[in-house]
């Protein structure tokens, strides 16, 4: 087929790219947030009426009556709240600019053959326009995941922050698997093939096939591909009931540490899920039996998920609109998660789960400052992000949307509007 | 005499056909069974810019007696919404419903007539399945009424229907009783792209308009001819021969003639204007503007074509004409005089929160120093929606005949925890929160995960 040879040259030329281009340093801000409610998503919990002070990139203080260094920037939050910078979803942000632009996409290997070793941050481009348009929305780290394409092994990924850098990369890689609806041609059109072919996968891991042997994965792949079976993150796409439980069993077997993400029919197996401490990431949206994989979604997924003890986060996988997870978040605590539980769900709980809680999801001294101070409740669709500090550097909360707003909000304009330039 | 009565009442309902009879596929919705019911001390947004506290509304015979302060019978059921708030039904213009339902699989897909760039000939309608799920899904949002339309791939995609929102074995008994039928148009990338990779006309933006073109200097010929037909006939001339009957140009003409509104699929700025100068080279009106993600350049422009933008609220940059994307766009084009902005789903998700999507876009016009009340972002998803589909003088807003399509929020349904306690349509409620026997179930879904009983 057609695309691979450019594909397979974007790629060498993003690794040139990464290699040669300098790291961009944020200036740090000294900034005193005096008065909020903090939800810390930390050991301090919520704190009334309680101030913040960010200095040299990092959270220095969370208390009380906190005095004001030097020329710091001084916020009075009034009550407002303030909470850690939230997770972006499982997303493509900034390896895709407009999906039906073909040449602007890059989260996809659609080579046929299983290629663990494909790695999408070799194609992160910090300056696509979707990274401010989801920062000045409060969103400070993403997943970047690698999209199915020729396989059900999609590829690797990892946590990125949304500060601009050209290597903000955190956490290890984490691998991508889809299974279940749409197996792939790869499978021969049975979700039951698919295990066969992971099966296979694993064991070339542990016993190379020799030379001349039919082999699935190259040598780059076999060694990729056994660090997950050695205790390291995938990401299992997957909706249907008995599809999450197989997943479960396969991941203990293999001593990979399963996620799932999709888990339309999650509520029905939350206590197994429970019970084998994996995650679960949904779209807590997702009330429709939009397949046969999801004849069982529901509204209240999330609520029962929780109440049976399995730790949550949302995705819907939408990277331009990734701003949409917290409406999700508000929905799915309107539908009866508990509000605190919907919020460590955008924060907290995935910074846990892709293991950079170091840097990310809550707000503790000492700790990267990544931190949004909202005009209201933070899940509520009519509250906005009033100020926005990202890796300590106070945000300028402008992307090309609100440079596009800005120029189109001028009612009186003699000359072109291309001579207005917000 | 009663023939031609029933005659007369087709070309009026169906508001179609040079030469059809009685309206096809004719409307057999009804009423479900209503009582007399009283909504007392809510705050009520009319959908006519006004808001009203500690008001009451009263429904009887299937339409609104009055709003504010009234008399009602004794044996009228009361509703106290203490706290809660009332508005009319929502509207989405711009649905998939039933042509491409849930589940969402081949069989299913009949939204989108693949095998002509201009197929003004297909009704939507005939190709809604009733059973879709995501009908219930939408009445639990407050969603009464509903245009179904065909999909964009096609300049000239064919005629939708609006549908009161109940459950019906037939489309026909859902069918709005008399409301005009759509034409979907589209501009841009979708056509281009779909036929462009076929090998075939249009592959460009020019090559779209110029598909348009062809097509209506065909339907203009089609009705001078019925019309010369009709005037011969008139004059008593017996040999006087109809023009042959085509069901693509009956749509076309329908449109030319204000019969059928056009709803035309379009994003760029710069395309929406080379349309609406088509529309004067024709002499029709473009009723609204779906998706429209550019509109907010052109919000004057739009205004005092009194064209609507049917709008999203964030949902940008899937395409590059969808790449200029900002969420002030639907407040941006409320700005003007005369603006008539409609918050849309396209999306059997985003029409179960119509609120939502009008409240964020409330909430970044606000943001942008636009003076937006609740009570005039709710006209975003009532009246401007209703008088895009041509009903806006039967239900969109609360007002003493009109339908009584009504919901009962919660609390203000500008909010991520609102919910649909009561949804009333012509009076009859049809959707409880807290009654199971009051949440419709479709076909599709009764029976499936049953659990085995010990």
């Known amino acids: 087929m057609k695309p691979f040879a450019p594909r397979r040259l974007a790629l060498l030329a993003a690794v040139a790219l990464v290699g040669l281009a300098p790291t961009v340093t944020a200036l740090a801000d000294t900034v005193l947030i005096r008065g909020a409610t903090v939800f810390t998503m930390g050991s301090q919990g919520t704190l009334e009426n309680a101030d913040l002070l960010v200095t040299d990139n990092t959270i220095n203080r969370i208390g009380s009556n906190l005095s004001a260094p030097n020329g710091a920037l001084v916020v009075a939050a009034e009550g407002r709240p303030v909470t850690p910078g939230l997770f972006a979803g499982i997303s493509g942000i900034g390896i895709g600019e407009v999906p039906a632009v073909s040449q602007s996409m890059d989260a996809t290997n659609a080579m046929p053959g299983l290629y663990p070793e494909f790695d999408v941050t070799l194609a992160y481009n910090p300056n696509s326009s979707l990274v401010p348009v989801a920062r000045v929305e409060g969103h400070t780290f993403t997943l970047l995941s690698a999209n199915s394409g020729g396989s059900i092994i999609a590829g690797q990924g990892r946590v990125v922050a949304l500060d601009g850098g050209y290597d903000s990369f955190h956490g290890n890689g984490v691998l991508q698997v889809s299974l279940g609806r749409g197996a792939s041609e790869l499978t021969g059109g049975s979700r039951a093939a698919q295990w066969l072919l992971l099966d296979q996968a694993i064991e070339e891991t542990v016993r190379p096939p020799a030379q001349g042997e039919d082999a699935l994965l190259t040598r780059a792949g076999r060694q990729v591909l056994q660090g997950y079976a050695t205790g390291s993150t995938v990401v299992f796409s997957v909706n249907r009931a008995d599809d999450i439980l197989r997943t479960i069993r396969f991941a203990q077997a293999r001593k990979m540490r399963a996620v799932i993400e999709g888990g339309a029919e999650a509520w029905m197996v939350a206590g197994e899920l429970a019970a084998a401490g994996v995650p679960v990431l949904l779209d807590p949206l997702r009330n429709l039996p939009g397949n046969f994989d999801m004849i069982g979604a529901r509204m209240d997924n999330a609520a029962l998920l929780h109440a049976a003890g399995v730790t949550l986060s949302f995705n819907d996988g939408a990277s331009h609109n990734a701003r949409k997870l917290r409406q999700m978040a508000g929905n799915a605590a309107s539908y009866g998660l508990p509000k605190e539980a919907a919020l460590a769900a955008l924060t907290i709980e995935p910074a846990r789960i892709f293991g950079v809680a170091r840097n990310f999801g809550s707000l503790e001294e000492g700790k990267r400052a990544d931190l949004v101070l909202w005009s209201g409740d933070p899940l509520e669709v009519t509250s906005l992000p009033d100020l926005v500090i990202v890796n300590g550097k106070v945000d300028s909360l402008e992307s090309r949307q609100t440079k596009l707003r800005d120029r189109y909000l001028v009612t009186d304009s003699e000359m072109p509007r291309a001579y207005q330039k917000p | ?454």
């Not at chain 2, 229907?161 to 019906?168: A, E, F, H, P, R």
């Not at chain 2, 409620?429 to 029976?447: H, I, K, N």
């Open chain 2, 1 to 454: 005499m009663a023939a031609i009565e029933r005659f007369l009442a087709g070309l009026l309902l169906a508001g179609t056909a040079v030469a059809a009879g009685a309206e096809p596929f004719p409307s057999t919705y009804e009423p479900l069974p209503s009582q007399p019911t009283l909504i007392t001390n809510a705050i009520v947004l009319t959908g006519t810019g006004e808001r009203l506290d500690g008001a009451s509304v009263f429904m009887n015979g299937g339409v609104v007696e009055w709003v504010g302060e009234g008399e009602a019978p004794e044996d009228s059921v009361i509703v106290d919404a203490a706290g809660r708030w009332v508005t009319p039904g929502l509207i989405d213009v711009h649905s998939h419903l039933g042509v491409y339902p849930s589940p969402g699989v081949d069989a299913h897909s009949d939204g989108n007539e693949l095998t002509n760039p201009v197929t003004a000939n297909v009704w939507a309608e005939h190709s809604i399945w009733p059973q879709d799920p995501g009908f219930a899904r939408a009445l639990a949002g407050g969603v009464t009424s509903l245009q179904v339309l065909p999909g964009s791939a096609n300049l000239m995609g064919g005629r939708g229907v609006t549908l009161k929102n109940v459950y019906s074995t037939s489309y026909q008994g859902m069918k709005f009783p008399g409301a005009p039928h759509g034409l979907k148009m589209a501009c841009g990338e979708n056509p281009k792209r779909f036929y462009g990779s076929k090998g075939r006309a249009p592959s460009t933006r020019m090559g779209n308009v110029a598909g348009y073109r062809t097509e209506w200097i065909e339907a203009r010929k089609y009705v001078e001819d019925w019309a010369v037909y009709e005037e011969k006939q008139a004059s008593g001339d017996e040999d006087a021969k109809p023009p042959k009957r085509d069901l693509k140009l009956d749509t076309l003409a329908g449109a030319l003639k204000g019969e059928i509104l056009v709803h035309m699929h379009c994003y760029r700025a710069d395309e929406m204007l080379t349309i609406l100068d088509m529309a004067e080279e024709f002499d029709y009106r473009v009723g609204t503007f779906h998706h429209g993600v550019e509109a907010y350049k052109i919000a004057d422009e739009l205004a005092e074509a009194g064209v609507c933008g049917a709008l999203w609220a964030d949902w940008w940059g899937f395409k590059m004409e969808a790449y200029d994307g900002i969420q002030e766009n639907i407040a941006l084009v409320d700005r003007p005089e005369g603006g008539c902005a409609i918050v849309h789903s396209d999306s059997s998700e985003g029409i179960q929160r119509l609120n939502q999507e009008a409240a964020k876009a409330m909430a970044r016009g606000q943001r942008a120093g636009l003076d937006i009340p609740p009570e005039r972002a709710i006209t975003w998803v009532t009246a401007n929606a209703a008088k895009s589909l041509g009903i806006l003088e039967r239900t969109g807003t609360l007002e003493p005949g009109k339908m009584a399509d009504v919901v009962l929020w919660n609390g203000t349904p500008f909010s991520v925890y609102a919910k649909a306690d009561l949804v009333f349509i012509d009076g009859a409620r049809v959707y409880d929160r807290e009654d199971p026997a009051l949440q419709p179930v479709s076909d599709f879904e009764l029976g499936q995960h049953l659990e085995v009983t010990p």
